[in-house]
């Protein structure tokens, strides 16, 4: 017959303290989930985006410039417009320009005479950017010039 030896090893963890161990870990993981979703996840992505509605136009006529564009904010955050470059020109707004999320305006800026080559017998279409505090947004101007 063999004798069976029951071998006693000191430092084991019994099954019900393994296990209370391990419902504590995964309650305090779910708990850090739970606050990652509920505070930091909505916090990062909350973000401007500026959509450009319609053809932005500048009008020229023989002493100033006025640029008319269309503008939404389709973010989720507020978006300020800072400034809206023409070719070499810069219109920057008196007043805050600041859109909520979903709200849609037109911006009318005036500013300095436009350069001779634009308009009739020159360039139809200005490249042109928006400057925002979300970032910058590229566009093309449509010239319409006044005699």
Same mark, same amino acid.
């Given at each position: 017959m063999r004798k069976s030896t029951v071998i006693l090893r000191k430092g084991d963890l019994s099954a019900p303290v393994l296990a209370i161990i391990v419902t504590i870990g995964l309650i305090a993981a779910g708990l850090v989930l739970l606050a990652w979703f509920f505070w930091f996840a909505p916090q990062a992505s909350k973000t401007g985006a500026l %959509? #450009?509605? /319609? %053809?932005?136009?500048?009008?020229?006529? +023989? *002493? !100033? $410039?006025?640029?008319? #564009? $269309?503008? !939404?904010? *389709? /973010? $989720? +955050?507020? #978006? *300020?417009? !800072?400034?809206? #470059?023409?070719g070499n020109l810069t219109y920057t707004p008196s007043n805050s320009n600041e859109l909520t999320p979903g709200q849609s305006t037109e911006i009318v800026l005036s500013g300095d005479k436009c350069p001779t080559d634009w308009g009739i017998g020159g360039k139809l279409t200005v490249d042109g950017t928006v400057v925002t505090d979300a970032g910058t947004y590229q566009t093309s101007f449509t010239v319409i010039k006044i005699t």
């Open positions: %959509q #450009i509605l /319609g %053809q932005p136009a500048v009008i020229c006529n +023989a *002493t !100033k $410039s006025r640029v008319v #564009i $269309s503008v !939404k904010n *389709t /973010g $989720s +955050a507020n #978006i *300020t417009v !800072k400034s809206i #470059i023409v």
